[in-house]
């Protein structure tokens, strides 16, 4: 039996075809174009940015001595999401209620901490900044995953059109750059001013006339003041001092040597919650009488602040 192999005759050899002649115009544009699509990138990146800032940031609740952590594991939990994901958690946690500061918990174990970090705005407001961020997303992915099929990068019709297609986009994306920019401002300041607070030491004196606003003897005086101050609202201090005698003693005692106050007027007066006057008795004397400052909410210590 016989094989016969027939081959196809070899193709000529030919040189490859030279690239297409550029001209210096062309190359500029087309360079152009690559420096807008990469001021474009970085312009989204700090978008980004912006967004992991005001969510990992926007708020920080729990004891003193685990919000290093808590601060360093929502950094982490924001570092990988997209962009798309970014923008409906700032729009959850910096504009609903979830921005503001959080309940200490009833069951007290330490000294608790609680910041936030939220905008009061209006449905219209919430609308517009989720259509802007909406639409910066789109603009996002549409330049990263669409640009370079959609262009013909050896057409200089098709640079011209890319060109002023990335200036569009830029003019659309800035105002809600600038805007998240000063968000981040207002944030950055109000951390630095909580740091400068707890630096000066007057976090320990509000935090110490909190607690002390907040005891059974210094309510129980509001109380008093309360329900059996005269027409013009004072109480006799003896008056005061005899109650607290009779319901709350120990505290009493146990506050007064404990803040180091000698007397029961120093202990009002240290409170800054109270008026106190002194009027004269029949036989040369003087009596101290108190009552609550105007504004003073029993619960709360100072009218809306808790």
């Known amino acids: 039996m016989t094989f016969v192999v027939q081959l196809a005759p070899a193709e000529p050899v030919t040189e490859a075809s030279p690239p297409p002649v550029v001209d210096a115009e062309h190359e500029a544009m087309r360079n152009e174009v690559m420096r807008k699509m990469g001021r474009n990138l970085l312009l989204f990146q700090q978008i980004e940015r912006m967004l992991k800032l005001l969510i990992a940031k926007s708020s920080l609740a729990g004891y003193v001595h685990e919000l290093h952590a808590k601060q360093k594991r929502q950094e982490e939990r924001v570092e990988k999401q997209t962009m798309g994901n970014l923008v409906g958690a700032f729009l959850e946690d910096a504009l609903t209620d979830k921005g503001r500061p959080r309940e200490a918990p009833d069951d007290l174990a330490g000294l608790w901490f609680s910041i936030g970090f939220g905008l009061e705005v209006d449905n219209a407001y919430y ?3 989720k259509s802007a961020l909406a639409a910066a997303v789109a603009e ?11 262009w013909d990068l050896m057409s200089m019709e098709s640079m011209r059109a890319a ?3 990335l200036d569009r986009q830029r003019a659309n994306v800035l105002p809600e750059f600038e805007h998240l920019k000063s968000l981040v ?3 950055e300041d109000g951390w630095r001013q909580t740091g400068e607070f707890l630096l000066s030491g007057e976090w320990a004196k509000h935090f110490s006339l909190t607690d002390l606003r907040h005891s059974r003897p210094v309510l129980l005086l509001g109380d008093i003041a309360q329900k059996m101050g005269r027409d013009d609202g004072y109480v006799l201090l003896n008056t005061a001092g005899n109650l607290l005698r009779l319901h709350a003693p120990e505290e009493t005692k146990a506050l007064k040597e404990r803040c180091g106050y000698k007397s029961l007027k120093a202990l009002i007066v240290a409170t800054e919650l109270f008026d106190l006057v002194e009027e004269p008795t029949e036989k040369g004397g003087v009596r101290v009488f108190y009552r609550m400052k105007p504004g003073i909410s029993l619960e709360f210590g100072e009218t809306g602040e808790q």
Do not use: T
């Not at 996002?140 to 959609?150: G, I, K, T």
């Open 140 to 150: 996002r992915n549409e330049l990263v995953h669409h640009f370079l099929p959609r």
């Open 185 to 187: 401002g207002a944030l």
């Open 163 to 165: 060109d002023e297609y």
């Open 127 to 129: 609308e517009e900044r």
